[in-house]
């Protein structure tokens, strides 16, 4: 099952124009990774942000964290053409089995964002 | 680049057959995980190895197996394969079990006919 959910499913924007999308999930989480994926190839890793932070930026890039609301959002700033791809949020959600743990990712649906030139 | 890498990057195969997925991870990292991204499921997990051990499994079928070897590198055994089984098939890897960032290969796309 799908702990993310992403919104908006897609963005369509204009270059230099800023992106946001948001992502909630249901459980508690050590930590909370975004993605991205051009066109059914590889996912890029773009930022984690831990359950003790509240914001992380990277470049263009800037990650919020609620976890009272059990929610993040990604926003890239003076997107490009180039930042057309699938954005995914990640969950990592320590878990233990046999007094080991486990860290699997939880994906959301993603967000489709297409930026014009 | 991640630094994973996945082979064979495409396979075409028929409806029984079996076929192996094979990955390497980022040098240093010791874990490694397989998911299964499809276009009606998502992103799914399917297992994790630790260092040659299983260390969690998630939505991966009976017919699915993995192991991890002594070098680290791991394989992903499909077998009675099924079209419903055609999906891109990635491997991640990280350093310790949980709580780092996970690094993607490029993915393995199966087609079953």
């Known amino acids: 099952s799908q702990q993310g959910e992403e919104d908006p499913q897609a963005l369509s924007i204009q270059e230099g124009e800023n992106a946001t999308m948001n992502c909630s999930y249901k459980?508690?989480?050590?930590?909370l990774q975004w993605y991205r994926q051009n066109s059914g190839r590889g996912l890029v890793h773009l930022i984690l942000?831990?359950?003790?932070?509240r914001e992380k930026h990277s470049g263009r890039l800037r990650v919020t964290l609620d976890t009272s609301k059990k929610s993040s959002s990604l926003l890239i700033t003076a997107s490009r053409a180039a930042d057309t791809a699938s954005y995914f949020c990640?969950?990592?959600?320590?878990?233990?089995?046999?007094?080991?743990?486990?860290?699997?990712?939880?994906f959301g649906q993603g967000t489709i964002l297409t930026v014009h030139p | 680049d991640s630094g994973v890498t996945q082979t064979p990057k495409h396979l075409i195969t028929a409806t029984g057959q079996r076929v192996t997925l094979r990955c390497s991870p980022r040098?240093?990292?010791?874990?490694v995980y397989w998911y299964q991204q499809s276009l009606d499921q998502g992103l799914q997990f399917l297992i994790q190895?630790?260092?040659?051990?299983?260390?969690a499994k998630g939505n991966i079928l009976e017919r699915f197996s993995a192991q991890q070897f002594p070098d680290l590198h791991s394989e992903l055994n499909l077998s009675s394969l099924e079209l419903g089984d055609s999906a891109l098939y990635f491997c991640?890897?990280?350093?310790?079990?949980?709580?780092?960032?996970?690094?993607f290969g490029p993915g393995t796309r199966l087609t079953v006919l």
């Open positions: 991640a890897s990280s350093f310790r079990t949980s709580g780092d960032t996970q690094y």
């Open positions: 459980t508690s989480i050590n930590n």
């Open positions: 942000i831990r359950s003790n932070e």
């Open positions: 990640a969950t990592d959600a320590r878990q233990y089995a046999g007094g080991t743990s486990y860290g699997k990712l939880t």
């Open positions: 040098s240093g990292d010791l874990s």
């Open positions: 190895y630790y260092n040659g051990e299983e260390r």
